[in-house]
């Protein structure tokens, strides 16, 4: 069971069979005129170090999805090795996939290197679409200004390098303020039934403009267990891709399966699905991994956001022996959290890391 015990568990879907593959819907993607799938496949479980997962794995994975008639694939220099493994995969297949990749760096020069090294990666000579990974508000004006990073998108787009530039950002004021510049021919932002900020202003801005739109952690990163409806969830509106970021074949099938209907929910299966995941709140974790790595090899995500989730009803006394034992196992790794703050800093959510650090010692120091 995942962070609530209420959850709807995960409807299984069967694999899809010979007659559904190849049938996957395609929309223009914008001003772009590229004709992509409308479900896309997330690169960081494409990575062994972020997706806990092997090569070979990686390589069904995007085989897979070339397979059933899936064009896009997204990722990111960040990404520790997913641009390696995707690029090693698509050997011989370059021509079937729309590859969009992302640059962290903001200066000319330092995103013309990423540009660079991406295309060495993914072993292609150019990226359909590059992107501004994760940009703050306070980085805009640098980022736009003289020798700022958007130089070195122009650069790489007129010189053939990438063929359209993309803006991705957790802050919906960004998004809104770059896309009415026109530099942007692309917006990815997180959307789900839990965050739901831009549905008010930012979707329909970018229809009206043109611009593609992109959609990460429809599930939220996992804490959304009724795939089927939060797939559904999307048919409401109008949004061009959604990114699904999946780690084995199994979950693979699962996912596209469900992801394959053209129903909208009612009214009535919105509120539902509203109080079903009420309990989450939207202080979570989504799994991205953005704090990682930790100088002291602490996995945030799982030792400290999901565990903390998972047992912040409980006192010690009533907890399931499972979770105390759990905890009491995390110990030696919590105490070597020298609380450098670095992994706050990165996280695109805020959390508390280390207020909930202290918290699960607290509970635990026995």
Not at 153 to 161: S, V
Not at 219 to 230: M, Q, S, V, Y
Not at 294 to 314: E, G, T
Request: aromatic share 8%; with cysteine; hydrophobic share 35%.
């Amino acid at each position: 069971m995942s962070f609530c015990q209420a959850h709807v568990l995960m409807e299984m879907c069967t694999s899809p069979s010979a007659h559904e593959r190849h049938i996957m819907k395609k929309v223009r993607l914008g001003r772009t005129n590229l004709h992509v799938t409308r479900w896309g496949l997330g690169g960081i479980p494409l990575s062994t170090v972020m997706g806990g997962t092997t090569e070979e794995v990686i390589a069904q994975l995007v085989h897979a999805a070339l397979d059933y008639g899936i064009n896009f694939i997204d990722t990111s220099r960040v990404y520790m090795d997913s641009e390696t493994n995707i690029g090693q995969a698509l050997k011989g297949r370059r021509h079937e996939c729309i590859i969009a990749s992302k640059s962290y760096k903001r200066t000319r020069d330092d995103v013309l290197a990423d540009i660079e090294e991406s295309l060495n990666q993914l072993q292609t000579d150019w990226i359909d679409i590059h992107q501004v990974h994760a940009l703050y508000p306070h980085e805009v004006q640098s980022f736009m200004g003289k020798g700022g990073g958007m130089e070195a998108f122009r650069k790489a787009r007129d010189e053939g390098m990438i063929k359209f530039i993309g803006l991705t950002s957790h802050h919906v004021s960004v998004m809104v303020e770059l896309i009415k510049t026109g530099e942007f021919d692309t917006v990815m932002f997180p959307f789900n039934v839990i965050e739901r900020e831009p549905e008010q202003e930012l979707i329909p801005l970018a229809a009206s403009l043109d611009v593609g739109t992109i959609v990460m952690k429809p599930l939220a990163g996992g804490a959304i267990r009724n795939i089927k409806t939060a797939f559904k969830f999307f048919n409401n509106y109008q949004v061009d891709v959604i990114l699904n970021g999946v780690s084995n074949l199994p979950e693979f099938h699962e996912n596209i399966r469900c992801a394959a209907r053209d129903a909208h929910l009612t009214p009535e299966e919105l509120r539902a699905f509203e109080q079903e995941v009420a309990c989450l709140g939207k202080e979570f974790c989504r799994r991205c991994s953005y704090c990682m790595p930790c100088p002291n090899d602490l996995h945030i995500p799982d030792m400290i956001h999901l565990f903390w989730h998972m047992v912040k009803d409980y006192s010690y006394e009533n907890m399931p022996p499972e979770k105390r034992n759990m905890g009491e196992s995390l110990m030696i790794w919590l105490q070597a959290c020298e609380e450098c703050g670095k992994c706050e800093e990165k996280c695109p959510y805020h959390l508390p890391t280390i207020n909930r650090k202290k918290e699960l010692m607290e509970k635990f120091s026995r």
